[in-house]
C-alpha cells in the first residue's frame, strides 16, 4: 500500500499478557518511529530506528518495551506483561530521511483489562 | 532535549471564522516544523510544514508563520468549515541528535456550522 500501515487496530489484553504490534512502513523509508498516544494527549516519542539500527530508544518506558526492525523494513513493538498504564494508541510513522515530513499509521490502540 | 507548548488546548469557533493555534518550541537548533491533523479514530495527518528559511508559509485556507526569534509558530485556518474539526498538532523536529518530532499536547478545533 502507498501508506504505514498497523496491525492489529484494535487489541485487548489481559494484564499480564505479553503483545506485539506491527508496523509497515512506506516502501524506501529510511527512517521509523514508535509513539505512544495517550487518551487526550500528544504523541510521545518512544523509539527510532534508522534502517535496521535503532538509534534511540529513550522513551521506552521500561523494559518490557522491546522494539526491532531487522531487515530496515517492518517493524514490531512488544510489550510484555502488559499494565493497564500501557493502554494507548500505538502510532508509527515513517519517513525518506531523518529531516523530512513523517507519515503516520492508523495506529494501534491496546487496551489492558 | 526539545519541549513544545501548544495553545489553546480547545477552540470553538463558528463556520467561516478563522482559527488560530499557537505552539512555542524550546530548542533553537529546530528547524523543521510541522503541523499535523488528527481525526477521531486516526493517524495524524501532515497538514502543513515549514522550515526555518522562511517566515511563513500558505496553502489555500491554511497558513503558517514562523517566528525564530521568539521561538514560536502558529497555524491559521481561515473560513472555517465543520470539517475542519479535529485535534491539531504542532511539532518541532531539529537536525543532528534532534532528529525526532517532539510534538505539542494538541488543540482540538470545533467548528459549529
Known amino acids: 500500500g502507498a501508506g504505514v500501515s498497523q496491525s492489529p487496530r484494535y487489541k485487548v489484553a489481559k494484564r499480564g499478557q505479553d503483545v506485539a504490534l506491527r508496523c509497515d512502513p512506506i516502501?524506501?523509508?529510511?527512517?521509523l518511529f514508535w509513539y505512544q498516544q495517550a487518551l487526550g494527549q500528544g504523541p510521545e516519542f518512544l523509539t527510532y530506528?534508522?534502517?535496521?539500527?535503532?538509534?534511540?530508544k529513550s522513551g521506552l518506558p521500561s523494559d518490557r518495551f522491546f522494539a526491532e526492525r531487522p531487515e530496515g523494513s517492518v517493524s514490531t513493538l512488544k510489550i510484555q506483561r502488559t499494565q493497564q498504564e500501557d493502554s494507548a494508541v500505538y502510532l508509527c510513522?515513517?519517513?525518506?530521511?531523518?529531516?523530512?515530513?513523517?507519515?503516520f499509521g492508523q495506529g494501534t490502540r491496546l487496551t489492558v483489562v | 532535549g526539545e519541549n513544545v507548548e501548544q495553545h489553546p488546548s480547545t477552540l470553538s469557533v463558528q463556520e467561516g471564522d478563522s482559527a488560530v493555534i499557537k505552539c512555542t518550541y524550546s530548542?533553537?537548533?529546530?528547524?523543521?516544523f510541522p503541523w499535523y491533523k488528527q481525526e477521531l479514530g486516526k493517524g495524524p495527518q501532515l497538514i502543513i510544514d515549514?522550515?526555518?528559511?522562511?517566515g511563513e508559509k500558505k496553502d489555500q485556507r491554511i497558513a503558517v508563520t514562523l517566528n525564530k526569534t521568539a521561538k514560536h509558530f502558529s497555524l491559521h485556518i481561515t473560513e472555517t468549515q465543520p470539517e475542519d474539526s479535529a485535534v491539531y498538532f504542532c511539532?518541532?523536529?531539529?537536525?543532528?541528535?534532534?532528529?525526532?518530532?517532539?510534538f505539542g499536547r494538541g488543540t482540538s478545533l470545533i467548528v459549529h456550522p
Open positions: 510513522a515513517s519517513s525518506l530521511a531523518g529531516n523530512t515530513e513523517a507519515f
Open positions: 516502501s524506501g523509508h529510511v527512517s
Open positions: 530506528f534508522q534502517n535496521e539500527a535503532q538509534l534511540d
Open positions: 530548542d533553537s537548533a529546530s528547524n523543521y
Open positions: 515549514i522550515r526555518s528559511n522562511v
Open positions: 511539532a518541532a523536529k531539529g537536525t543532528g541528535g534532534s532528529y525526532i518530532p517532539t
